[in-house]
């Protein structure tokens, strides 16, 4: 009407109230246009608007089923979803959409107790073959014995072998360990009796000595085998050439700190063979050799590791197990001591089930192979005018990358098994082919008979620790394979959606994240790592400060470097990390969580998807439903092309469906229409209400010669969980009346604004939709009566009538329009 008039002065009757009515009718037009947009979105606007030889006037299109054409007004109105399967019918591609929806989730579901199956089967193949209870039992009882029985420092009558290897700090107990402490143990050579029991039983018997702690045969002698250090440029080759000073490398292994089992097992220890010696019994010969070794500096300053090897071999749980007694000479003066095992499974299939669990496990892996290779040559050669390549990328998403990633890893781990058992067969084929003869070498001649054995030994070990690593990683691809399954079902899928939702913030979180992780880090290094060796390195102060994070810190030790410093770090890396960094990260992922819980409560649960999944299944074996792939296949991708039930049952019909029944048909419809309404039925936010208000700003702006005050920045600021008299004070309006108006019906509609007022802030939150909001609307602004108890509506209409006044109090007298 403004614009009919054109340029002029504003007609009396057009008031703060008129404005105010046209304002909020502008922001009613505007979320109009953008549920529709948004149920529409993506649809041409050929597909929307409404045919040339219609009445525009008369004829809308439905918010939701944007197909549907209704009268003025009637746009939001809900249309049962019965009509709409039956009545009006939907567009091809919605019903395509859900059954391919619906097929993707059932095969998903019913992946799930397969997925379930692969886990609990990789459990029993990877438990039995590695045998890790007697494994972890064996190695545990040899360490022991050794750190407990292997005293030594008996030479004073008040001393009675109070050391053991850990105090091993220099070359002669070096000697007083193998003379008094190791060896004795190792070797013994009398009948071990109880303490001051005054017995002498004589030598142990030949068939005693071949065992360690009862149980355990011994194979071979023991090696004892030196790494020696070449010599090294100094950093500072002026002064060390001042003062006589030779530099030496660290050799195969960093010893500046302790180094870890894992480097030790893993490190080929390329040992000097001049100085490798053999030992067998603890006889005069034995004893002979080692005086020699000590009176010849068998140890010196280039020495940086000395490893102490026997194999005992365990019958009950079939473990032949390599036992290394590690002296690591380090640079600083500081000798490091570690004992390391390295264990044999020789015969993995020594029970029937061991090959039942291998076939099962096999036989799952083989059958998801053929699955995923012929879906993935069906949708690459099926893919009509797209080309090979987008096929193939539209077919492998993520789920299906993540079937591929556990096939291929499966296989790789076949492979590396097949190599394990044939390398393990090829040692005890060495192992039986070493003479009877052997067992009583003296020194040097064990050499020739043991020397390959301890070496294949340490490379099989080596080799089966890569594997254990592997096939440590591969229950984390079966747990991706799970979440696979979890995903088609919504209430299952509240990690992965909560994830996925999230990943954005999580992204920017973790940039903000380790920045100031990676700052503290540093700060441990250069205020710890002199005194405490968790902050010595880099790679150490990293899992030190994540413990740290934890709970798990020994403040004690940072103390040592002064008690302001440890402070400092300790209150400032709490304060920042815990309290702040990790709150936010709880908060990020609690929020999506939120919304995520939400959505899926409207969404069937697992037992009402498991039953619909088992009425399918009874249903095809009574021939009473037909199969969603031949529906899917009549389907011809006219995407717009409405169907309705009755459609699949006429003859005549190019989608009909051969013994398809009226239930089935209708229950199909009826379900899509409902799966698309509960996608695209637009949910509006009090944040919207922010642009819905600008939009009715740039509607007046063209009529009006002076622009109005920018509310948009204003009400952005607003908050909007405020109590309930900051929202009065900040929407309070005050609609112009008539003065004739009766007192008693001005009082009647004060009251009932008042009403409309009181606002609950915890129902800010509540989600409402379009169709909600506007018939709110109509109720206060066309029937004259208060809106009902819906605080978020309420809070929204507060939001645009206060804005519409303001902007007609905003618009001066003398302005023209």
Known sequence: DLQARGPGPLPPTLGAASLLRLGFHLGQGAMRFAAVAHAMGGRSSLQRKVSDGEDRARIRLHSVFYWIKTAPGSELTDIPYEDVATTYGLPEKVIRKYLNTEMKMEADVLSLPWAMLSVVLYALVLLTHDNVTWANSIEAAISRDIANNANYAFGDPLNMGFKDINDVDSFPDFWSFMNKGFMPLIYPENVWTSEASGLALGPLPSREREFLLMRNRKIGPLRVAQVVAPDAE??????????????????????????????????????????????????????????????????????????????????????????????MFSRSGRIWKKITHTSLTLNPYGVVWNYVWDVLFYLQVCYLLCAETLEMFGAVFRSGQKSKWAAFKEYMGVWNAVDWVFIITTLIRLILWIIRV?????????????????????LTACGPYYSDFFDEVSTVGRFLASVREFSGFLPIVIMLRMFKAFSAQPRLALVTATLTGAGEALLHYLVVFLAMFGSYAV??????????????????????????????????????????????????????????M??????????????????SKSSES???????????????KKKERVCMKNIHAVLNKDDEELIKASMFLDPDSQYYVDAMKEKQARRICTEAAKAFAN???????????????????????????????????????????????????????????????????????????????????????????????????????????????????????????????????????????
Not at 262 to 267: D, E, K, N, S, V
Not at 550 to 570: I, V, Y
Not at 606 to 620: E, F
């Open 523 to 580: 700060m441990g290094v250069a205020l710890f790592g002199r005194e405490v060796a968790e902050f010595a390195t880099l790679d150490r102060a990293i899992p030190t400060c994540f413990r740290l994070l934890l709970g798990d810190f020994d403040f004690a030790k940072m103390e040592a470097m002064g008690r302001g410093f440890a402070f400092f770090f300790f209150f400032t890396f709490m304060f920042m990390i815990v309290l702040v």
């Open 234 to 327: 100094c950093a500072n080759s002026d002064l060390a050439s001042a003062y006589n000073f030779n530099c030496t490398s660290d050799g195969d292994i960093d010893m500046t700190i302790q180094p870890s089992e894992i480097q030790l097992t893993t490190a080929d220890i390329n040992a000097d063979p001049s100085k490798t010696v053999w030992l067998n019994r603890f006889g005069a010969d034995s004893r002979a050799k080692l005086a020699e070794m000590e009176r010849s500096f068998w140890l010196n300053k280039n020495t940086v590791h000395v490893q102490l090897s026997f194999i005992t071999y365990q019958g009950d749980a079939d473990l032949l197990v390599r036992t290394d007694l590690n002296f």
């Open 606 to 620: 697992l037992v009402v998807g498991i039953l619909n999944i088992c009425r399918r299944i009874y249903q095809d």
């Open 422 to 442: 044939e390398k393990v067969k090829d040692l005890q084929a060495k192992l039986l082919a070493i003479p009877p003869e052997a067992e009583d070498c003296v």
């Open 582 to 599: 990790l709150s936010m990260l709880i908060a990020i992922i609690m929020d999506v969580y939120m919304v995520v819980k939400k959505n």
């Open 679 to 817: 996608k695209y039925t637009p949910v509006v936010r009090p944040g919207h209400v922010f642009k819905f208000i600008n939009t009715i700003l740039d509607e007046l702006a063209p009529f009006c010669s002076t622009r109005a005050v920018d509310f948009y920045s204003r009400l952005s600021k607003q908050d909007l969980l405020a109590q309930d008299d900051k929202l009065k004070n900040a929407f309070t309006i005050s609609v112009d009346m008539p003065e004739e108006r009766d007192p008693a019906e001005l009082a009647e509609e004060k009251a009932a604004e008042e009403g409309v007022y009181e606002v609950s802030a915890t129902g800010l939150a509540r989600e409402f939709t379009v169709d909600e909001l506007l018939r709110a609307a109509a109720k206060k602004m066309e029937l004259g009566v208060h809106v009902p108890a819906w605080p978020g509506a309420t809070e929204v209409i507060k939001q645009a009538l206060s804005s519409a006044q303001a902007l007609a109090a905003n618009i001066k007298p003398d302005t023209t329009c």
